[in-house]
């Protein structure tokens, strides 16, 4: 059971607006930057959004992320069926000396 | 352009020990932190350990520590992860990814493909 708690699934139709919450504690998210990995079915995860709210380049300006506290949230908008995938956020925990991942959230494109 | 490669599946028995490799290329190895994250199968990620190719420093998670081993060869760009006394629920994909770090913070930037460890007698 992970530290850092997702919802196991979320869902939405094409062209909506979704959003994946993430909750931590103060040794986690609450003292350090978080980030999201989006894994497709069968590939390595893929850095999505780095330092709470950043994109790397080429990543879709249809992602984003916020943080307050000791929780954040990622915000997908104009939903695609390519958005079909896992994602994970993550945030390094003081206590443990290293990053602690959330359980992960399946999306579902309707 | 950056890279991580790393070894190809492998079929344990109980007890035994694997050894994961990963060659790291477009890129100062020495200047970034390599760290393993394993996902057995259908379910989350799970940090590992990390191991850092300029000084060989190195911390793991508690509940693999005295079983994994972080070693790094410098000479070839490459790191190892070797995990002993294995079990079935080692059963797992096992990933490196470099750690970017800078004044904001730290994430995995970078991926190897993943390699597939069976535990199975």
């Known amino acids: 059971q992970s530290v850092v708690t997702q919802p196991p699934s979320a869902s939405g139709t094409p062209g909506q607006r979704v959003t994946i919450s993430c909750s931590g504690s103060?040794?986690?998210?609450?003292?350090?930057?978080i980030n999201w990995y989006q894994q497709l079915p069968g590939t390595a995860p893929k850095l999505l959004i780095y330092?709470?709210?950043q994109r790397p380049s080429g990543v879709t300006d249809r992602f984003s992320g916020s943080k307050s506290g000791t929780s954040a949230s990622l915000a997908i908008s104009g939903l695609q069926s390519e958005d079909e995938a896992d994602y994970y956020c993550?945030?390094?925990?003081?206590?443990?000396?290293?990053?602690?991942f959330g359980g992960g959230t399946k999306l579902t494109v309707l | 352009q950056v890279q991580l490669a790393q070894s190809g599946a492998e079929v344990k028995k109980p007890g035994a020990s694997v050894r994961v490799s990963c060659k790291a290329s477009?890129?100062?190895?020495?200047?970034?932190?390599i760290h393993w994250v394993r996902q057995a199968p259908g379910q989350g990620l799970e940090w590992m350990g990390r191991?850092?190719?300029?000084?060989?420093?190195?911390n793991s998670a508690q509940m693999l520590q005295g079983r994994v081993t972080m070693t790094i060869d410098t000479s070839i760009s490459t790191a190892y992860m070797e995990l002993s006394r294995l079990r079935s629920d080692d059963t797992a994909v096992y990933y490196c990814a470099r750690q970017y770090y800078d004044s904001r913070g730290y994430y995995f930037d970078y991926w190897g493909q993943g390699t597939l460890i069976t535990v199975s007698s």
């Open positions: 103060s040794s986690n998210i609450g003292s350090n930057t």
């Open positions: 330092s709470n709210n």
């Open positions: 477009g890129y100062t190895f020495t200047g970034y932190y």
């Open positions: 993550a945030a390094w925990d003081d206590s443990l000396n290293g990053p602690v």
């Open positions: 191991i850092n190719p300029n000084n060989d420093g190195k």
